[in-house]
Structures are given as structure tokens and as C-alpha cells.
């Protein structure tokens, strides 16, 4: 066999890829995630006292979570068995559970690691809870999905959730430069370019070593500048799943921008979400429910100029009419706030649902008939326009239900002369109704 091997040019061991070869060996060698792994911290409190529970390591691909739990195991002593959620089913469940009961009888534990364990159902995931309530494992599940939403409760009633970091450019750059002191090979980059390197690797470490690996097994004539470097390397795609997590977060994070009024902010979510694929269209369908619900009355055009933009948008398309778009999110962040209409909207559903069999004063009920005209339908209904100041300050409520009071306007904007007005129509309506 080995002939063949070496008649064919291979080596019996494969090359290991330059992330693999730098995987640290200890926990005190894992960047980017301090806040779980120095000595005061969840972590590493846990693996120094030798107690280990069950948990859950939660964060974006390539920050350590299986490196991470390779440690623990080592560190507590324990045999370390891996699966993947994508590749595993029911068998090999079972038979890493035999196995790790075996171990126990024998005094060794076991410590299960299971990659992506969000892609288990509901019944797989289930099938991990008497072997973790019985000890016979220790498992530590990893996954890039919100735990609340992808895994089991009972699950999670077992296991410790940890979140893990995106790298940030600290710990990327200890990265390229552990790669550069193994490999005895620096990079063929200018410190523009370096940090140009970092930046397309977005936070992930396994892909920014395999962008190092790659320029370090390249022949240059002289080091890369950035725009040389772009040429060369093809710019990540952001970690943006239009169906996951992340869609939902950075939605989030445009919609509390523009409330906030900080219109760089919102400017730079809608890039986010453009440059992720997001689709324009969905945008501005949020951007309408954002005048609505954060600007309403302050600025009754924020509506209007939300709502041109989807039309807009659906004329031009991209990239002419994601300017648009951007014209309505920049008007929407810098538009007075006012939610007095939302809020006002939900107290009367309230309300209505409570009171919904009353019915309305007879003298505001249309007299159609004689008969109705007999039962007092309209009886002393005072005409608005024909009144001083164009107001009655007749009830409007059902007779014996409390005058409610469901719109507050804030004085912010447009609701400023809005909240005058009102205020003055009450006094009005208290004097007539003595």
C-alpha cells in the first residue's frame, strides 16, 4: 500500500490545512473569547474546579466552539467523541451512547461534542436527556442558531447556553501572526492590505487563515497593497441569512436606529442589509411600518415618503432605486418621534374588546324612521360646524362609559399645535358638558 502511495506522489498523511495545524492547545492559547475562558470567567472557573455540566456554545463559524470543547475535554481528562448534526443520525447517536456508557463503567467520561446540533429534531434532541440526567455523558452541543428558537426546551433546561464572539480585529491579527511565526513565511501584504485581510474575513478566523494560507503559497514580486490584495481575493460575503438570526437582528437594528434618529446608523443597517442580499422591496415594506409606528402624527409625511419610496423602488429597481430608499431612511431617522397614535390604537382595541355590546348615544344615531325619530335617534345632536369655534364638545361614547382617554400626542413635530388644539377642546368640552 505504501507503494502505491508513494508511486502516485502522495504522502500517506494528507497536509493539514493551516488552520488545523495552528488549533491551540491549551484554552490559554484560544483568542477572541476571554469573556468565557480567563481565569474569573464562566469557563475557565468551570474547567479549573473540574465540574463540568452540560452546555450549549452559541456564536459565528470559525470563532473555536469545537477547538473550545476539544480543550475542555483534554483539560478534564476525558475522552473527547465529536458528531455533526448534518451527517449523524439515529445509529450513530446510539452508538456513542453505548460507547460512553461502557467508559463510565469502566471510570472513564465521556464528553460528546455535537456540531450544528440545531439541525437535530425535536425527538433527537430529546434522546440526549437520559444520558446527560444519568452523567454516562457530558455534552456540549454547538450551534450558530439563537438556542431560544432551534433547540428543545428541555434540552436547554439541562445545558448552560455560553455565547462566543465574532473575532474582533485583535485577535485576527494574532492569528495571521501565529500563521507567519509556523509557517517561517510572511505575508506578501502592506499594512494596508493586512488590515484589509482581516476586514474581508469578517470575524472568522478558520477563513481568514485560509485566505493567509493561500497568499503564502503564492509567488509575488513585490508585497500586495489593498487594491492589489482585492483583486487577488474575492471579498467575503457577510453573515447574512435572509431567513435566520441575523435577518432579524440587523432588521431590528436599522428599525431602533431610525427611532433613535441617528441617521448614519440607519444609512449603514440598510447598506448591511443590501450588501447581504437582503431584498429592497422588503426594506421598504419595514420603512412604512416604522413611519407609522415611530414618526405617525409628529410628521405625517414620513408615511407618504416611505410608502413613494417602495413605489419608486418598483420602477427603478437596483441599483438606481435603492437611492430612494435611502432618501426615505435618512427622512425617517431625522423626522420627529411620536407613537401616541400606535399606542392610542392598542388601548382602544382594548377597550372595544371590553365594552364591544354598547351602543352609541341615541342623539348621534340617525333618525331614519319616524319610529326611530319616536325613540330619540338624533334627538339633540348639535351640528360641529355650526357651533362656536366649529365644536360641540358633545359625547361621542356610549352613555355610561367613562370618558377614555387613548391619544396622547407628545408635542414632538407636527403633534406639537395637535396637542395645543386638543388641549384646548377639552377645556371646552368640560365647560359645555357642566
Not at 85 to 96: E, T
Not at 210 to 238: C, I, N, Y
Not at 393 to 417: H, I, K, L, S, V
Request: with cysteine.
Amino acid at each position: 500500500m505504501s507503494n502505491l502511495f508513494t508511486s502516485a506522489g502522495l504522502e500517506r498523511e494528507a497536509p493539514r490545512p493551516l488552520a488545523d495545524r495552528l488549533r491551540p492547545a491549551n484554552l490559554s492559547e484560544v483568542v477572541g473569547q476571554d469573556h468565557l475562558l480567563a481565569a474569573d470567567a464562566p469557563l475557565g472557573r468551570m474547567t479549573e474546579s473540574g465540574r463540568l455540566s452540560s452546555m450549549i456554545l452559541w456564536g459565528p463559524p470559525g470563532v473555536g466552539k469545537t477547538t473550545i470543547a476539544r480543550l475542555i475535554a483534554q483539560t478534564a481528562g476525558m475522552h473527547f467523541e465529536q458528531l455533526s448534526a448534518v451527517f449523524s443520525g439515529v445509529a450513530d447517536l446510539r452508538k456513542a451512547f453505548e460507547a460512553a456508557k461502557t467508559r463510565r463503567e469502566e471510570g472513564y467520561g465521556t464528553l460528546l461534542f455535537v456540531d450544528e446540533i440545531h439541525r437535530f429534531n425535536r425527538a433527537q434532541q430529546d434522546g440526549f436527556l437520559p444520558y446527560v440526567e444519568a452523567g454516562i455523558i457530558t455534552l456540549i452541543g454547538a450551534t450558530t442558531e439563537n438556542p431560544s428558537f432551534e433547540l428543545n426546551g428541555a434540552l436547554l433546561s439541562r445545558a448552560q447556553v455560553f455565547v462566543l464572539k465574532r473575532l474582533d480585529d485583535a485577535a485576527m491579527a494574532t492569528l495571521l501572526e501565529r500563521a507567519e511565526a509556523l509557517t517561517q513565511t510572511p505575508l506578501p501584504l502592506t499594512e494596508g492590505a493586512r488590515e484589509a485581510l482581516i476586514a474581508m474575513a469578517d470575524g472568522d478566523g478558520r477563513y481568514c487563515l485560509g485566505l493567509a494560507e493561500t497568499l503564502q503559497g503564492m509567488d509575488f514580486d513585490a508585497p500586495l497593497d489593498v487594491e492589489a490584495l482585492s483583486g487577488f481575493l474575492q471579498k467575503r460575503a457577510p453573515a447574512y441569512d435572509k431567513n435566520k438570526d441575523e435577518h432579524y437582528n440587523i432588521i431590528s437594528a436599522l428599525h431602533k436606529s431610525i427611532r433613535g434618529s441617528d441617521p448614519d446608523a440607519a444609512l449603514y443597517w440598510m447598506a448591511r442589509m443590501l450588501t447581504g442580499g437582503e431584498d429592497p422591496l422588503y426594506i421598504c415594506r419595514r420603512l412604512i411600518r416604522m413611519a407609522s409606528e415611530d414618526i405617525g402624527t409628529a410628521d405625517p409625511a414620513s408615511l407618504m415618503i416611505a410608502n413613494d419610496a417602495l413605489r419608486t423602488y418598483k420602477i427603478l429597481g437596483s441599483p438606481e432605486g435603492e437611492l430612494t430608499i435611502a432618501h426615505a431612511v435618512v427622512h425617517l431617522a431625522t423626522a420627529p418621534k411620536s407613537n401616541a397614535v400606535y399606542v392610542a390604537f392598542k388601548a382602544a382595541m382594548n377597550s372595544a374588546k371590553k365594552t364591544g355590546s354598547l351602543s352609541p348615544p341615541a342623539h348621534i344615531l340617525n333618525g331614519a324612521t319616524s319610529m326611530m325619530k319616536d325613540m330619540g335617534y338624533g334627538a339633540g345632536y348639535q351640528y360641529d360646524h355650526d357651533m362656536p369655534e366649529r365644536f360641540s364638545g358633545q359625547n361621542y361614547f356610549p352613555d355610561g362609559m367613562p370618558r377614555p382617554d387613548f391619544y396622547a400626542p407628545t408635542g414632538e413635530g407636527r403633534e406639537a399645535a395637535i396637542k395645543a388644539r386638543l388641549d384646548k377642546l377639552s377645556e371646552i368640552r368640560s365647560d359645555r358638558q357642566k
